[in-house]
C-alpha cells in the first residue's frame, strides 16, 4: 500500500497522470531561431562574434536553439532535401546581413509570409537594413533602410526611450555605448515604436553624411508586421558591444518577444519631449 501510494504521489508530482502535461510540455519546449549571416556588401569583422553570441544566450537561457548560417538557403518554404530545415522548423529569424543577398522570388514570399501571416519573429541585426535596396518590402517589413553612420565608431549617447519596456529595460534612462550607429531612412515613428535613440544633443550635427534634418536617430525599434513581430537595433558593429551584460540582456528580450514567450507594448507613438 504504501509502494502504489508513493508511485501515486511521484505521478502527481511530475505530472505523468496529468491532462495537462503534455501542454506544459509544449509550453517550455525550447524554441527555434536560425540566424543568418550571409553577406554581399560590406564584411563586418563582428558578424561571427555576433552569431555565437546568440547562439550562447539561447544555450544560457534554454529558450531556444540557434541554427547558425552564412546562406540563405533554408529561408524558403520548399521541401529541402539533405535534412535541410525550411521556415516552417523556426521561429524567429536574424539577419545580420549585408547588400543583395541570393534569394528568388520564392523565398523572399516566404519570408514575407513567415511573419506577416505565420506570426513568427524577425530581427534585424545592426547592418540588416543594408540590406535589399532593390526590394521594398524587405525594407517595409524591417522599418526603414541604411542612410549612413556620420559618426563611424564612437562612444554613442543613447537615451532609453521606454524604460519600462521589457526588450530595453535594462539600460538607465541615459548611456553610452562604443558602437556604429546607423541614420535611418524610409523610417516613421507612426509604424514602429522606438526603444532607443541617439542623444542628439551630445551629436556632432555638422558632420557632412548627417542627413536627418529632424535630429532623429532611432538606435532600436519594434512593431508588429501582419500577425508577426519585429525587433531591430543598429547595436552590434563590435564585439566590445556584444559583450556587454546589458546589450545581451536586451538581445535576450527581444529574441522572446518576436517568438511570443513574453509581451510588450509594441504601439507606434511620437518622440518624447526629452
Known sequence: MKVIRLVALIAAVFGLCSPVNDTLRAQYKKKRLLVVGSVKGWQHDATSHAMGTLWKLGQESQLWDTYIKTDTQLVTKKKLPANGKNLDYFDAVAFYTTGELDMDDEQKAALIAFVKEDGKGFLGVHSAPDTFY???EYGEMLGGYFDGHPWNTFEAPIINEDPTNPIVSMF????TVYDEI???RAFSREKSRVLLRLNENKLDLTKPAV???DKDFAVAWMHQYGKGRVFYSSLGHTEQSWDRPDVQKMWVEAVKWCM???????????RPAN
Open 172 to 175: 538607465p534612462k541615459s548611456f
Open 182 to 184: 546607423y541614420q535611418a
Open 260 to 270: 511570443g514567450l513574453s509581451e510588450a507594448d509594441a504601439t507606434p507613438r511620437p
Open 211 to 213: 542627413k536627418r534634418t
Open 134 to 136: 532593390k526590394w521594398p
